[in-house]
């Protein structure tokens, strides 16, 4: 299952959170020597965990981290407005029914591909499922051209928003990929996995 983690429910989630926050800046800083303001620490966090943010976090059976990927609504700031709106040729995308994905993240001591894969498959499934469930027909992201390709194997409508760009010594490209209304029912499909992935945890009230 991959749990949806809202705003008003991190704190059950906290240790899992923390965990994701660790795996990001061993791959994004540590590994592929992204140039984040986490230099330094063992967490990578942005401005852009902030209360808008939503999690989709995939857990083993003991609760550890195992991948992730982070979703912002596009009518708040988020990367390709702010950070990479030179990649997007008639600007970036913007509306209700738009919602970025930042930040896919598995953890890196995970070294069976395997693990990695249907992680990657379950997290693209739940992508699918949070789209329908809250009317988003579209999501922006910002990815290495090269890796277009992966984009397109999982079964992904995926639009060029601009040609691709060289920062910082690679090539980025700014990417959305439509959910169409039997994007999810095809995924389904395609994955041979019938019932949904995505779990809902309604955060505990506290007593008055």
Request: hydrophobic share 45%; charged share 20%.
């Amino acid at each position: 299952m991959i749990d949806l983690v809202l705003p008003e429910a991190r704190f059950g989630f906290a240790g899992a959170l923390m965990q994701m926050h660790h795996d990001r800046k061993q791959v994004f800083v540590d590994r592929f020597g992204w140039r984040l303001p986490a230099r330094g620490s063992w967490l990578e966090v942005d401005e852009f965990d902030n209360d808008f943010a939503v999690y989709l976090l995939a857990r083993s059976d003991d609760g550890r981290h195992q991948g992730s990927v982070r979703l912002l609504p596009s009518t708040q700031p988020h990367m390709l407005q702010t950070l990479f709106a030179n990649l997007c040729r008639d600007g970036a995308p913007i509306g209700e029914d738009v919602w970025e994905i930042s930040r896919l993240v598995t953890n890196p001591t995970d070294a069976q591909g395997t693990t990695m894969l249907r992680v990657h498959r379950m997290l693209a499934l739940a992508l699918l499922e949070f789209a329908t469930g809250n009317g988003i027909t579209r999501y922006t992201l910002v990815a290495e051209a090269s890796r277009v390709p992966a984009l397109l194997s999982v079964g992904w409508s995926v639009v060029p928003l601009g040609l691709p760009t060289l920062c910082e010594g690679e090539q980025l490209q700014a990417l959305q990929i439509d959910v169409e209304p039997g994007s999810l029912m095809a995924m389904r499909r395609r994955l041979r996995i019938e019932k949904p992935v995505l779990r809902i945890v309604q955060p505990k009230r506290q007593a008055a």
